[in-house]
């Protein structure tokens, strides 16, 4: 068995910092005006990031251009693209703005969609600085999940400059948010921001059994954003060298759903992970074994029966015969393409138990015939008679691996044209025998 290695982190982190700068960022806070106070630390968070050769940056900044009232929804605009070494042209591009216009958040995040060049692989991150809320009647939130749908970006982070506590669920539906209530709060919110959104976040997936105990491996796992349903990365469960389930390396900044590939499959609907630490999920995945078997010889090696829930129509496998299966704990129904159709109801599926479900050996009958006719192959249910396969007449001969039992051949030759001409004959079939039968 083995572990597909995650990445951890994708090829390349693309960060957009969205900043305020309405007319609200020139009010003081603490010691200095507020916007200020965010030149200050996102300078330094960009000269930090500059080291990084997997990390570009952008700025988008909304309330610079047009003085309030009259209120100019409009004003936002990309200063500085993605592009690598861009850290000074965001300093310089901070250094000469002056708030003084209105708070388009939902605008500014929905044209944000374009500041992301195509980049397979790439994270898109979205760091939104601001002392306020939406101002225009758009609606940030909606906006914002809609990229996630997308895929365009992750979900984003918020910091609040100061906010007004009453306005902090409004940036709850939105992403990750925090409210630095004073200047130094500000530089370690940023700090903790992009240590998210760098730092590789490990997790464990414990697959239990019947017991708690995680116990089950070897199952293929699929992670899916569940916010866009988009698969981010397949492995293969296993244990460690110490017997422990392995760690993934998976990005923090996703809420997952997580399924399981067992039969039938089994979902974690949501993972949030805590970034930067070890996380850990559990499964409940009891397992059993099924096999099915014939009693003597291999006249049905070939053969590939179906596995349904018990009670339902859906078809979870098709196993060939004697091939040992893994299945979740419960009750099944089995359809094997036997002569005739065997069904076998609510088979039991025990915890770390081998279920063996054995067929009889069958017989082997040839029908011999002369003349093309209607013929059909029915068996003895008590006083029922049950049609199980029509017979071709076109060849002189005709083999059919049947099950034991008790059956009627009821032919009519195509040139007679009267009920009365039709033949009946009744044989039996016993196990591990060949035996032939003359139609006419």
Request: with cysteine; charged share 25%.
């Amino acid at each position: 068995s083995f572990s597909q290695p995650a990445t951890g982190r994708a090829e390349k982190t693309r960060i957009l910092f969205v900043l305020d700068c309405s007319q609200s960022m020139a009010g003081r806070w603490g010691d200095d005006i507020k916007i200020n106070i965010a030149r200050k630390f996102l300078g330094r968070t960009v000269d930090s990031l500059g080291s990084f050769p997997d990390v570009e940056m952008a700025l988008r900044v909304y309330g610079h251009q047009s003085v309030v009232p009259p209120q100019d929804c409009n004003d936002t605009r990309l200063e500085v693209p993605f592009r690598p070494g861009n850290g000074y042209e965001i300093k310089r591009e901070m250094r000469d703005l002056s708030p003084k216009g209105t708070t388009p958040i939902a605008n500014s995040l929905a044209r944000a969609a374009n500041d992301f060049p195509p980049c397979p692989g790439c994270r898109n991150i979205i760091i939104l600085i601001t002392d306020g809320i939406e101002a225009c009647d758009g609606d940030p939130c909606s906006v914002a999940l809609e990229l996630q749908q997308k895929g365009i970006i992750l979900k984003p982070f918020v910091i609040g400059i100061g906010l007004d506590p009453e306005f902090e669920k409004t940036f709850e539906c939105l992403g990750n948010f925090y409210n630095a209530s004073s200047e130094e709060r500000f530089e370690e919110v940023l700090d903790i921001v992009i240590t998210h959104a760098l730092n590789e976040t490990t997790l464990q997936v414990n697959l239990l059994d019947s017991n708690g105990s995680p116990s089950e491996t070897n199952i293929p796992l699929t992670f899916y954003n569940r916010i866009s349903g988009e698969i981010k990365y397949n492995f293969v469960h296993t244990f460690n060298n110490r017997g422990l389930p392995d760690t993934m390396r998976i990005d923090p900044l996703i809420d997952y759903t997580i399924k399981a590939h067992t039969i039938p499959p089994v979902w974690l609907e949501s993972l949030r992970l805590i970034p930067g630490k070890h996380n850990i999920a559990a499964m409940d995945v009891p397992q059993g074994i099924l096999r099915v078997i014939q009693e003597k010889g291999f006249q049905y090696k070939s053969l590939e029966y179906i596995i349904r829930r018990a009670g339902t129509n859906e078809t979870l496998w098709r196993m060939p015969m004697a091939g040992r299966l893994n299945l979740v704990t419960g009750s099944y129904d089995l359809e094997i393409p036997t002569i005739p159709v065997t069904m076998l109801y609510n088979v039991t599926v025990r915890q770390s138990e081998e279920t063996t479900v054995t067929i009889p050996q069958p017989g082997v009958v040839t029908f011999l015939v002369n003349n093309e006719g209607i013929c059909g192959l029915f068996e003895e249910k008590g006083n029922e008679l049950v049609r199980v396969k029509d017979i071709d007449t076109s060849e002189k001969s005709y083999v059919l691996v049947l099950l034991p039992g008790n059956y009627r051949i009821i032919y009519r030759p195509l040139y007679a044209k009267q009920s009365y001409f039709t033949i009946v004959k009744r044989f039996r079939v016993e196990s591990g025998k060949s035996s032939s039968l003359r139609i006419i």
